[in-house]
């Protein structure tokens, strides 16, 4: 037997939430086992768990779209038991039983090795939101994003996505401008690398076609009207990174950024991005992120503690990086 949180929907109610004892035969089908040691709390996985949005394809369902943990038995000639291993999305916690429980059965190529100088724990604690950071960090650097361009802004900044982007890019070199809406993280932000701080006020009505050039690139979680006042503000071929929809999924902005001043918004995807992309950040992680930053950026809690943390961070009443700890 093993502890999972289970999503169960009757007709046209919300998803009931409960931590359940479940047998090994209850798992999907899948060639590798895994002894999960830590999940997450992403904010996909609390709009799935609150019901917020159509996130859950079919229930009863283990949500949780990160597990961290340790091989038990595999069909799969890529893993062996023993070996430490990380899940990012791929439709688990979503379409398939996901890491929010203390095993799981997916399919090999959904997953990649742990780093080695990271610790389960740690990678949890920069999980999907941090993964993302990474890639939304590759993606300015490929476009020639280098950190004498200038000044970086980065929204959602006490967020996961926000806090790991600041960490990553402040110990790159690059000087960041953080958007928040919580005067009491102020601190926090900048002890991750932020040079300044704007409120996110400033970004979130409606944006003109453009305004003044401050900023070279942009990681942007926030979406809707932020998203659109960023490329408005962005400078002259300076490139925009854009991940989430923390205000909205809208996007209201004209051509103007893109056809005067040669913006270029990229779109990142973390879910069903490919194996050796996951691998490259995975490995730029290890080697650039500030460990210390990720300590202080993360809280743990336990499976019970899920479904209210999961209300919280909907209400923007969490900050930085929760992980779930599914043997506490
Ligand atoms: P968090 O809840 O940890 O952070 C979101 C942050 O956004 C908050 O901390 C807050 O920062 C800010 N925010 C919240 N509400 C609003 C609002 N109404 N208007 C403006 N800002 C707001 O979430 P994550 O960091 O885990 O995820 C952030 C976004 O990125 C989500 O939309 C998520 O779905 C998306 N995402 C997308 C991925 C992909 O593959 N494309 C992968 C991972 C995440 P502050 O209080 O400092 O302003």
Redesign the pocket.
Known sequence: MFKALVLKKQDDADASVSVDDLNISDLPEGDVLVKVSFSTI???D?LAITSSSPIIKNYPMVPGIDFAGVVEESNNDSFKTGDKVILN?FGVGEKYWGGLAQKARVKGEWLVKLPEKLTEKQAMAIG??GY?AMLCVLALEKQGVTPDKGEILV????????SVAISLLSKLGYEVCA????EE?KDYINSLGAKKIIN?SEL?EKSRPLGKEIWAGAID???SH?LANICASTKYGGVVAA?????GFDFPSTVMPFILRAVSLLG????YHSIEGRKEAWMRLEKDLNLEHLTKMTQVISLDDVDQVAKN?LE?K??GRIVVDVNL
């Open positions: 992403n904010y996909k609390a999305g999907t939101a993302t929204t959602g900044a006490s967020g996961g996505v926000g958007s928040s809406g919580r993280f996110r979130s979680s926030v979406g932020t991940c989430g929809l923390a205000q990142v995807d973390s879910v961070m923007n969490t900050f």
